[in-house]
């Protein structure tokens, strides 16, 4: 029996440990949305981030950024690909907000080839 409440645990330990992971890419600062909600809360940024878009960051997108925080950058940037959304240009945005983040460690299945 204790066999089989070990395998039902299973589950819950990855899923714990996936939510580690995430949290170390924050630098120690987890990010306290879901990824919708850190989604929901760059919309302002969607031109900005557009693919081959030469359109700044307004200051209402910069104020999102700002207020979303590095962490949460990270884990959209690292996260599942977004239709309309140039990686790149997102990962731009807190040099051209001037909100002075350290850089995003891209997952190495985001890294070119």
């Not at 120690?28 to 031109?47: D, E, K, M, N, Y």
């Not at 200051?59 to 207020?67: L, Y």
């Not at 950058?73 to 350290?102: H, S, W, Y």
Request: positive net charge; aromatic residues 4%.
């Amino acid at each position: 029996m204790k066999k089989l409440n070990d395998l039902k645990a299973l589950p819950l330990l990855v899923f714990v440990l996936l939510l580690a992971g995430l949290a170390k890419q924050g630098e120690g600062h987890a990010c306290s949305s879901t990824f919708f909600s850190a989604l929901v809360q760059l919309i302002p940024c969607r031109a900005a981030v557009a693919p081959f878009s030469p359109i700044p960051p307004t200051e209402v997108c910069c104020n999102a950024v700002k207020t979303l925080g590095q962490a949460c950058l990270c884990v959209l940037v690292n996260g599942p690909p977004i239709a309309g959304v140039d990686r790149n240009m997102a990962l731009q945005l807190p040099e051209k907000c001037t909100a002075n983040f350290d850089p995003c460690n891209l997952s190495h299945s985001l890294l070119p080839i």
